[in-house]
């Protein structure tokens, strides 16, 4: 097969985690396809499918203990907690989940596609070494960043702009001065954690980047933050790979947050990513989080990738986020300058 410029993973048994009318539910896969499709995108991307991850791959992040308990709730039907649903698929589509993020991982490293979103649920960024939490139940991007390192990639850079902190992607790299983990969420939210004062620990001081918005940030303030912030970070730190949490729900009228995030914007973010992996002379491996609101879901994913096939997004109109979010940005320049130039 040719190679494409840009790759999405998929499969149908990801609408098998059926969580009925829980906002994660398997409608957001329906509309992205649906959309894709309907727009033409799909014929121009390169289809490839994701393989199971193996228990010893999920490992990597989970204890043994955790995931022997995933695959024992999932048979009896009982939730890991009110809002992280577990039914009789759960257990085999969340090791397909990971294996999706880790299939997109090696399409990029085998040169198939210069940058890949694989389209998988359950999302993963909240999930932590012994629980699931969040709608999450194993951890997707942070097992595909270990296999990363694994196939050879020394330092990674995960860009998070899921609405919510990725408090389970922030634990699993807290100490590890190879991976630098950006995340920009919605502060006060759940799940409480990702102040800007969280920056890592031991070796891995510096290397935890929290860039917490206050609700009703629009598209501005988090241009402003990549610019300002995760650019000259990322290219300080001269990454390996770009790994994405590509979580939608920082959208406007989302419903389980209250930003003002546009499709634009999410293409606009897409776009700075792509240039810093384009710098570095380095592949991006997204995977799919949040995102709830099903139209807004599915023009955003269609715009990101959009971006990864070579678009360039509408860049009219100067970045001035509100006085609130440039109070914010300086104070975090002003922490995370001890360890970057920025």
Not at 9 to 16: A, Q
Request: aromatic share 8%.
């Amino acid at each position: 097969m040719s190679q494409k410029r840009a790759g999405i993973i998929y499969h149908p048994d990801y609408l098998k985690h059926d969580t009925g009318l829980h906002p994660e539910r398997k409608e957001r896969l329906v509309s992205i396809i649906a959309h894709l499709e309907e727009t033409g995108l799909m014929e121009q991307l390169d289809l490839i499918e994701p393989r199971y991850a193996d228990p010893n791959e999920i490992q990597y992040i989970h204890t043994p203990e955790y995931i022997k308990k995933v695959k024992r709730y999932s048979e009896l039907e009982i939730s890991l907690d009110p809002e992280t649903i577990l039914r009789k698929d759960s257990y085999s589509v969340a090791l397909l989940a990971a294996g999706g993020a880790i299939t997109a991982v090696d399409a990029v490293l085998a040169d198939r596609a210069e940058s890949t979103f694989a389209l998988v649920r359950p999302p993963g960024h909240h999930a932590e070494p012994d629980r699931g939490m969040g709608f999450c139940i194993f951890n997707n991007i942070a097992i595909a960043a270990r296999h990363a390192q694994k196939k050879g990639k020394k330092r990674i850079l995960i860009v998070d702009w899921d609405v919510h902190h990725g408090n389970g992607t922030q634990d699993a790299f807290y100490d590890d001065p190879a991976v630098l983990y950006f995340s920009t969420h919605q502060y006060p939210h759940y799940p409480g954690t990702g102040w800007l004062d969280e920056v890592g620990t031991g070796e891995g001081t510096g290397y935890n980047i929290n860039v917490p918005l206050p609700a009703g940030t629009d598209d501005t303030g988090f241009i402003a933050a990549f610019e300002e912030i995760l650019v000259p970070a990322a290219l300080e730190f001269r990454p390996d790979i770009v790994l994405i949490s590509a979580g939608q729900d920082a959208g406007t009228d989302d419903g389980l947050a209250w930003m003002r995030m546009s499709a634009g914007g999410f293409a606009r973010l897409a776009f700075i990513v792509k240039s810093i992996a384009k710098e570095s002379n380095v592949k991006i491996a997204a995977a799919l989080e949040g995102g709830y609101d099903l139209e807004l879901l599915a023009r955003s994913v269609a715009a990101i990738i959009e971006v990864f096939m070579g678009k360039e997004p509408d860049m009219k109109g100067p970045v001035k986020p509100s006085p609130q979010v440039r109070a914010r940005l300086e104070q975090i320049k002003k922490i995370q300058s001890k360890y970057w130039h920025l």
